[in-house]
């Protein structure tokens, strides 16, 4: 399967929202999940969250890049620098390691007819490049590594950490026996 990447532009807002639809990928997420506090991504989960990020576009900000196969957006993944996602910092698990400037990749999400098939791994390593054309020195992610298989895809919206390794990352702490935080120095 040829696939192609984008970053999410708002002229890309059409393809992000088809790839989303209705339940906004996840329970109304949008992917806010990592850049609001927990009570107002409540207060506003669904339309809300939908509104916030299309707001988050429209100053111009890249919030991760799209995976399209045959021109329909099939992947995404949010990558952008740490800062973007301030739910990371009130994290006592995935607090940072050091003080070097990082990018994070906070959110995978793949149609589900194009699952298991290695869109993942594709988008982190496209994830990967594009932080590298941005100035991005060290990309970190914060996948799961299930105590059992097959996980739930509801839970794996970090990705897995399989796929991590496979895009060449590799573990750099654990505090959490299912978590670990896995960088790739570029």
Known sequence: MKLTFEPVTLDRWTDFEALFGER????????????????????QKGEGNRQAMRALMKTGEVPG????????PVGWCSVAPRSAYPVLGRSRILK?????????????FVDKDYRDR?????????????AREQG?????????EPKKDPMPAVFAFTGLASAFLQAGFTERARRSPTRPIMRREL
Do not use: H, T
């Open 65 to 72: 890049i799209l995976a399209y196969s045959e021109g329909q």
């Open 118 to 130: 290695g869109v993942s791994v594709k988008l982190l390593e496209a994830a990967v490049a594009y």
């Open 24 to 43: 906004g990928a996840c329970g109304g997420c949008w992917c806010m999940w990592w850049r609001i506090k927990r009570s107002e991504f409540e207060r």
């Open 96 to 108: 940072p390691l050091d003080d070097k400037p990082v990018w994070s990749i906070v959110c995978l």
């Open 136 to 144: 991005a020195e060290i990309v970190e992610g914060y996948p799961v």
